[in-house]
């Protein structure tokens, strides 16, 4: 397992990659799709975060998986197959900053999922992205600002899942 302590915006925080891992959705605070076509990893210029995964917060009466095809559908104008890698442990426990009225728990988890892109939309920055762009997946620590063994961690699960056929029910088997 993946760990690293950081620092998001003030706030210490420490995350951990678990593989596998699948847990109870008021704990899930985010969705997210390390996306291939091919050989390739597609990554989106976001207007906050700058180069980074597709993915999102999931809305009220959603699953993880409707706000996965909708984040990536809205930020990437693109279409696949999905199954779950894992999630990353966002704890702040370690955290003076975080507080009781905070909307994200004590500790939370971001779900990563593969996607092998089957279809190209048109892209038309209607949404948080304003680019999208396919990279050989070692580039990504040049693009994505925050790179770190965490999501190291999570884009070698993704590499090592190429070409396989498994969904968030039958992972594993």
């Known amino acids: 397992m993946a760990s690293i302590s950081v620092d998001w915006y003030g ?4 995350l951990s990659f678990m593989r596998q891992l699948m847990p109870e ?3 899930i605070t985010s969705v997210h799709a390390v996306c291939f076509h091919r050989e390739q990893l ?3 210029n976001l207007n906050d975060r700058g180069w980074d995964f597709p993915g ?3 809305e009220e009466g959603e699953t993880a998986e409707a706000c996965l095809e909708r984040e990536v559908l809205e930020e990437a104008y693109v279409k696949g197959t999905c ?7 966002v704890n702040h426990e370690g955290n003076p900053l975080w507080k009781e009225s905070s909307p994200y728990p004590i500790v939370g988890y971001q779900l990563f999922y593969r996607m092998d892109i089957t279809e190209f939309l048109s892209f038309a920055a209607e949404h948080e992205s304003t680019e999208r762009l396919l990279i050989q997946p070692q580039e990504v620590a ?3 600002k925050g790179w770190h063994e965490v999501y190291e961690a999570v884009m070698e699960e993704a590499k090592r899942h190429a070409n396989r056929t498994c969904t968030t029910e039958t992972y594993g088997n």
Not at 11 to 14: E, N
């Open 142 to 144: 040049d693009y994505h």
């Open 42 to 44: 597609l990554i989106v």
């Open 83 to 89: 199954h779950l890698l894992g999630a990353v442990e």
């Open 56 to 58: 999102g917060h999931i």
């Open 11 to 14: 706030h210490k925080v420490k």
């Open 25 to 27: 959705r008021e704990l």
